[in-house]
């Protein structure tokens, strides 16, 4: 071998460098990442390497006229006129750059990684970068982000011909053979730890707006103004929930991070994380020594099986072997290798997992470790293909397996009837305020809000063997909305519970926004809000105003004088109408005479009600005009009442599938009643006796609708 080192146009020989040391290693299942490192000595250089270098520099290994490897600089350190070279691979590189992470719902590996590795070369094949990628990528460098994408999927990153990073499954068949002269020490057993079981979280995170709001940043009680501030959050957050209170600013913002500047409060929903553990035996006898992979977040219920099963398959059989070899260049880490054993007189096929590369003017030996008795199954998903169970694919209660599942592990994913919505809510009745200047009026006259839509249903997975030909199925009908007799928000009820076999889906939990992950189509959607009720129309209004009046012999003789106008009709809602406006009001008027200088008058106004407001289901009740009577002697005058809301009594259609009941609708609100107002410049006082009419009564709110009837989802592996 002519083994040299390429750096910025120079080639460095055996004859002027020393103490090479190249560390490969390969993770075979994924359960870390690790990075290739290489480090020489430039002996009696007269080069300016110290000052000159940049961090990331490219160094490249050639064996005669073939590229083997590339390395980038990480540091260069003088020692007289010797140079101490310390280099990594690109992903020992990608340790020290940021990424900001996300929630990945659907992007695939090959849409990811060019964020990831930035400017560094690399391949990917095609069954890899066409992996979907569903769920939560942490905040953190790009090394431990690519760890996260790999795990999951069991994706090696080789090394191609030339030395660059090679995203691929790596099932080789056929072993590279080690010549029996090529090896100079033989087999002995390595380090290996026994493991008796192995554990790993599958993860899901759900979006859903009944989750409360978590405080991420607080600096009221400094009041020290943040300057685009970077806030990083431990837990992944609803990026459209994020709010700030005071002067807080919120610059950019990510599931993971935000950037703000102020002071204030900053609020957000987190998203709904459930984990679900699965465990499996490795068959090893000993002491209890348990390996737990729980922040593997994009591990999800279409990978995990194959995830557990690859691991557990590992640390189960595996058996690590080390070897020193003569390197001819051609065999890399991960590669399957087959290896005589000198001492048990027998050839060994194992998959190389590390090798410290020593190199020399005469030769290159490589000090290997090589994982025996195991082979990289289980890559990629566990599932890609399902099918739906609903109630019409049943017959006589009992659903067939199709041919091609029969036999097959599948997961079964049982859901429940889906939650009704909530109830409309009832329009405002107008009440008395009372400013505390003595005076008074009515307020409030909005419709009702419509009720929210119905958020979740019982939902139960587990793994089974289809291995009967049929199974008995009942699918949950959807949970009735929320209904109420006053106006108070009352919510609808979870659906009936679906069953498969003997499992059912109360045994699970309640959830909201399932993601079907293999494309991505969301299940148990929140129902729609239901329409908000009509507004109640404003009561007529009223103005009494001084006019200056000067009499024939020259003296100011003011008097008041009175109008009112009418108000509004009612809000109309789709084909129904606001109730009409009342139309007429009343003004009176007296005249005082205690002599010409004294003269004045007293004015009493009244206006027409306000409509009341339409709902969904009918029509609003017509304002009042503004009437009087007689009692005692006494004539007493009021204002128009309000007209009364129109109750919401149609109840929402049933959700479609999939999705919880709408919300109920809106009553209309209650007209406000018309203005009244007496004054009086005489003396003594005199005033009428002016009354506001009643108010407008709000209409009740519907019930909510039922939500969408049960269903099952077969996940399976076409």
Known sequence: MSITFKYKGETFTAQNRSQSEMVIEKALVAEMLSA????????????????????????????????????????????????????????????????????????????????????????????????????????????????????????????????????????????????????????????????????????????????????????????????????????????????????????????????????????????????????????????????????????????????????????????????????????RAGDLVRVYDKYRQEWVNGYLQKAVVRFSASTTRADCS???????????????SYVVIKASDLVGGVWTVPAELQGKRVQV?????????????????????????????????????????????????????????????????????????????????????????????????????YINLVDGTLYIEAGDKGQDGGKGGEGGTVNIEMVSYITPDNVWDPYLEGTWDVGEDGEDIGTHSGGAKGTTGWVGQSTGGQGVMSHGKTVGVTAPGGGGGASISANGSAGGNSTSSYNAGVWSYFSGPGGNGAAATTVPAKASFGKCGRGGYGGGGGGLPGKCETQSIEWPRYSYNVNPGTPGQGGLGSQGGTGSDGFVVVYYKA
């Not at 607080?218 to 103004?225: K, L, P, R």
């Not at 599931?255 to 068959?283: D, I």
């Not at 249903?457 to 289809?466: F, G, K, S, T």
């Open 36 to 331: 290739d490192s290489f480090s020489f000595l430039l002996r009696g250089a007269t080069g300016n390497y110290e000052q000159n270098y940049r961090k990331g520099d490219v160094l490249e290994i050639w064996n005669g006229a073939s590229q083997i490897a590339e390395f980038f600089i990480e540091r260069i350190k003088a020692d007289d006129a010797n140079f101490q070279f310390t280099c990594t691979s690109a992903v020992g590189m990608l340790a020290t750059v940021h990424q900001d992470g996300g929630m990945l719902s659907g992007e695939t590996v090959g849409d990811v990684l060019p964020g990831l590795m930035g400017n560094y070369s690399y391949v990917v094949d095609p069954e890899v970068a066409a992996i979907q990628l569903r769920g939560w990528l942490p905040e953190s460098d790009c090394r431990s982000a690519l760890r996260q994408i790999c795990l999951p999927y069991g994706i090696s990153i080789m090394r191609t011909s030339a030395g660059l990073p090679h995203f691929k499954f790596n099932f080789p068949t056929v072993a590279k053979e080690i010549s029996r002269r090529d090896v100079y020490s033989g087999l002995k057993r390595g380090d290996l730890t026994p493991v008796t079981q192995v554990t790993v979280l599958e993860h899901s995170f759900y979006a859903s707006n009944a989750v409360s709001e978590e405080v991420l940043f607080d600096n009221t009680s400094t009041a020290i103004a943040a300057s685009s501030d970077r806030i990083s959050f431990d837990m992944p957050i609803q990026a459209t929930t994020l709010r700030a209170t005071g002067s807080l600013t919120i610059d950019d913002s990510g599931v993971n991070f935000a950037v703000v500047s102020g002071v204030g409060v900053l609020y957000g929903k987190p998203y709904v994380h459930t984990v679900r553990a699965q465990s499996a035996s490795t068959g090893v006898v000993g002491e209890p020594n348990e390996m737990r992979f729980e922040d593997a977040y994009l591990v999800n219920s279409l990978n995990s099986y194959n995830t557990l099963q690859r691991l557990a398959s590992y640390y189960s059989t595996a058996e690590e072997l080390d070897v020193s070899i003569r390197a001819d260049g051609t065999v």
């Open 413 to 513: 994913v049982l859901f429940g009837g889906l939650r009704g919505g909530h109830s409309g809510g009832k329009g405002q009745t107008p009440a008395p305020v009372y400013p505390g200047d003595g005076t008074w009026h009515y307020e409030g006259n909005a419709g009702g809000v419509g009720g929210d839509g119905g958020e979740g249903a019982m939902v139960y997975a587990a793994e089974i063997d289809l291995t009967a030909a049929s199974y008995a199925v009942t699918i949950g009908s959807g949970g009735p909305g929320g209904i109420s007799a006053d106006g108070t928000d009352v919510a609808g009820d979870l659906g009936g519970d679906t069953t498969f076999g003997s499992m059912s889906s109360a045994n699970g939990a309640e959830v909201s926004n």
């Open 370 to 384: 090589v994982i025996a008795n195991w082979r990289p199954d289980y890559i990629g998903n566990n599932y890609d």
